[in-house]
């Protein structure tokens, strides 16, 4: 009969898609570039009219933000897009310090020695990216790129302790700071400055001297917290308004 399908045929593959990680990745973007601000009110509502889908993604997504901490939740209100005070930064980058100094010291001298390399080379990269980038366009792929090397090399120290609620806890902490990592990137210096104190992070893992290693890992997360208090404190919402 014609038309008809034979019983062995394949059938097409139907394209299954994660609705809410993409409504996730949606309103992370929109949080990150401040297309969403901080203090805004989030209806699940209105956010499943604007991208077209039902409120069940969205809600998920809101959910997963909550637990990274740049969304908050209010019984009997809804949802709000996290507000940081200068003093939560402080307390953000303090933990971040301690724990991630925690890991690199559990370490010892055991860091994966071609992954070490993976991590200086990649560094070296993106440092001549941005010192060729001239034009709007290039300074933005540098920067875009920069956010790349940058999480990857703290997500790197940490995920070689191999302790799983260690690395939950920091990459809740890395979803909070991202916020500030992004638009930091566009201030002039901050860039180069983190890539010269990760390079010599790895130049010092290099050359097994864990200690100092451990102390100018400390030493770059403190200066980051300092420069995020100095250049974009004030950005930031002293407490979230009620909507």
């Known amino acids: 009969?014609?038309?008809?399908?034979?019983?062995?045929?394949?059938?097409?593959?139907?394209?299954?898609?994660?609705?809410?990680?993409?409504?996730?990745?949606?309103?992370?973007?929109?949080?990150?570039?401040?297309?969403?601000?901080?203090?805004?009110?989030l209806s699940d509502l209105r956010l499943s009219e604007q991208l077209g889908v039902s409120?069940?993604?969205?809600?998920?997504?809101?959910?997963?933000?909550?637990?990274d901490g740049v969304v908050r939740?209010?019984?009997?209100?809804?949802f709000f897009v996290a507000s940081f005070s200068p003093a939560d930064v402080g307390d953000i980058y303090d933990v971040r310090a301690a724990l991630?100094?925690?890991?690199?010291?559990?370490?010892?001298?055991?860091?994966?020695?071609?992954?070490?390399?993976?991590?200086?080379?990649?560094h070296g990269r993106v440092s001549v990216l941005i010192s060729a980038a001239v034009s709007p366009e290039d300074r933005f792929n540098a920067a875009t790129r920069f956010l790349e090397v940058d999480?990857?090399?703290?997500?790197?120290?940490?995920?070689?302790?191999?302790n799983r609620?260690?690395?939950s806890v920091i990459e809740g902490l890395w979803a909070q700071t991202a916020v500030f990592q992004k638009a930091g990137a566009h201030v002039p210096g901050w860039m180069e400055t983190a890539l010269?104190?990760?390079?010599?992070?790895?130049?010092?893992?290099?050359?097994?001297?864990?200690?100092?290693?451990?102390?100018?890992?400390?030493a770059h997360i403190m200066h980051m917290k300092d420069r995020v208090l100095a250049d974009l404190a004030p950005t930031f919402d002293q407490r979230p308004e009620r909507q």
């Open 1 to 41: 009969m014609a038309g008809k399908k034979s019983a062995g045929e394949a059938l097409p593959t139907i394209q299954r898609r994660n609705l809410g990680a993409d409504v996730y990745r949606i309103l992370w973007d929109r949080i990150l570039s401040r297309s969403l601000n901080p203090g805004q009110k």
């Open 55 to 67: 409120r069940t993604p969205v809600r998920e997504a809101l959910h997963r933000l909550v637990q």
């Open 73 to 78: 939740a209010e019984p009997n209100r809804g």
């Open 100 to 122: 991630e100094l925690w890991s690199l010291h559990s370490l010892s001298n055991k860091l994966n020695r071609d992954e070490l390399n993976e991590q200086i080379e990649a």
């Open 151 to 162: 999480m990857g090399f703290h997500r790197w120290l940490v995920h070689q302790s191999e």
């Open 165 to 167: 609620r260690l690395i």
């Open 196 to 218: 010269d104190q990760h390079r010599m992070i790895l130049y010092l893992l290099s050359q097994e001297q864990q200690a100092q290693a451990e102390l100018a890992l400390e």
